[in-house]
Nanobody, 117 residues
Framework: QVQLVESGGGLVQPGGSLRLSCAAS????????MGWYRQAPGKRRELVAT???????NYAGSVEGRFTISRDNAKLTVYLQMNSLEPEDTAVYYCNGRRTLSGTDLWGQGTQVTVSS
């Protein structure tokens, strides 16, 4: 069974930084796309950032310039460096991976990020 396991969430003050990590475990050949989504209370899940195995990136406009996505293809791991955090970034952050061969999506269990003074 394949799982995506996230880590790195927590409580941070406005203007602070956090780094999220997500690693795939189990039998998975490769992930064409890995990324992060988030869901705030009462809102829909939204894209934060994604990166292909060829390192093409896509960012939500609200995080561009503040967040940086990176990945280690060999380790099937994706990272999200979040700087200049704002209260509006408070949400549960979910890791996503798309299998290369089947195109099906995998999701992590989510990690809470709270930005508050």
């Amino acid at each position: 069974q394949v799982q995506l396991v996230e880590s790195g969430g927590g409580l941070v003050q406005p203007g602070g930084s956090l780094r999220l990590s997500c690693a795939a475990s189990g039998s998975v050949e490769s992930l064409a796309l890995m990324g992060w989504y988030r869901q705030a209370p009462g809102k829909r899940r939204e894209l934060v950032a994604t990166m292909t195995s060829g390192r093409w990136t896509n960012y939500a406009g609200s995080v561009e310039g503040r967040f940086t996505i990176s990945r280690d293809n060999a380790k099937l791991t994706v990272y999200l460096q979040m700087n200049s955090l704002e209260p509006e970034d408070t949400a549960v952050y979910y890791c996503n991976g798309r299998r290369t061969l089947s195109g099906t999506d995998l999701w992590g269990q989510g990690t809470q990020v709270t930005v508050s003074s």
